[in-house]
């Protein structure tokens, strides 16, 4: 009896120590009731860095609800180490399917392999990985960062088009490393590259937050004279720098042309207001496509290798018109 007791208590205290092995924020778990066939996900996020994150997470955990599917979310809070963490945890806990957005693009090798070898299936979704060996993976779902970059760039080529004069540009990237900061650097370089006259004078990383996207902004202000245009990979980070540009005494939006990645409710306001000038859509409501892409993959069915989000861009006129509607 004494025996059983503690094996109890011995599973009872490894099951606690799973939980909270689970990434920077620990993992939370939302029941379903399930059934025979019910699905547990593990889900690891980046964190909750932006406006886009935040719809994201609320997009995967309802949808998961809907879909009657138990997820296991762990917040890594832009950690690597927190996300091989929450990864390793997942298949102790031998979930149906590991679902994760990678918060940087290298290193994931080795995770992933252990969760091929346990014969649970992975989906990357919005961020990809750079493994050569795609079989670590069932499918990637998100947006083309590449393209987004592009359309910023091509918006920027547009509105200069009868300039002559240099054009000094001013670069908040997102988080190093990441496939968003690299594909949004990578897309927008190569369609303003045609063009001389478009000169990135400084670029560095905002981290996709608001704050570091402020902090960053006052140092190119100081440090860069002639500041034209100011090109921010995500919404929150123009944010930020339009605080800074403000601060400065310039007028965001006029003296400053901003151009930014997301387009979730306050970057939507800030360029419906004239504070931002463009706008290139990211979605974050990738639940729903994403617990599909999940029932298929558990039950053996073949999915595309790369479901790519489908995306918009904003004027300022349009922004106006669709405001109201915005569901994030
Ligand atoms: O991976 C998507 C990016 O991550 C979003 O554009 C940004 O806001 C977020 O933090």
């Known amino acids: ?44 996020q980046v964190g909750a860095e932006s406006g886009w994150r935040t719809a994201n997470t ?35 806990q031998k ?13 994931w090798d080795t995770v992933l392999m252990e969760a091929k070898n346990a014969k649970i299936p992975v989906i990357l979704t919005d961020r990809a990985v750079d493994s050569k060996d795609t079989s670590l993976y069932k499918t990637f779902l998100g947006s083309d960062f590449v393209e987004e970059g592009k359309k ?3 918006w920027l080529v547009q509105e200069y088009k009868d300039s002559k004069d240099p054009v000094n540009i001013v670069e908040l990237q997102g988080t190093t490393g990441s496939a968003p900061a690299n594909d949004r650097k990578a897309g927008f370089a190569e369609v303003i590259g045609a063009d001389p006259k478009f000169k990135i004078v400084a670029s560095q990383t905002g981290d996709f937050t608001r704050a570091k996207g402020k902090e960053v902004m006052e140092a190119f202000l100081k440090s860069t004279p002639d500041i034209d245009v100011l090109y921010a990979h995500n919404d929150d980070m123009g944010l930020g720098a339009i605080e800074a540009i403000e601060g400065a005494g310039k007028v ?3 003296d400053i042309k901003i151009i930014t990645v997301d387009a979730v409710k306050d970057g939507m306001q800030a360029l419906a207001d004239g504070k931002i000038n463009f706008i290139v859509e990211c979605s974050p409501l990738l639940g729903p496509q994403l617990m599909d892409l999940a029932k298929k993959v558990v039950k053996g069915e073949q999915v595309p290798a790369r479901v790519v989000t489908e995306e918009t861009t904003f004027t300022q006129e349009q922004a106006k018109q669709v405001l109201s509607s915005r569901q994030y």
């Open 95 to 107: 979930v149906d399917v590991i679902a994760f957005s990678p918060v940087v693009e290298s290193g």
């Open 1 to 44: 009896m004494a025996k059983r007791f503690s094996a109890l208590v011995a599973l009872a205290v490894g099951a606690l120590l799973t939980t909270s092995c689970g990434g920077g924020g620990g993992t939370t778990s939302a029941g379903t009731g399930g059934g025979g066939d019910a699905i547990t996900m593990g889900f690891s």
């Open 58 to 92: 609320k997009s995967v955990q309802d949808s998961a609800k809907n879909a009657g599917i138990t997820l296991k979310f762990s917040d890594a809070q832009q950690k690597q180490e927190n996300q091989i963490k929450a990864i390793r945890s997942f298949i102790q």
């Open 152 to 154: 910023a760039g091509q």
């Open 252 to 254: 965001p939006g006029k």
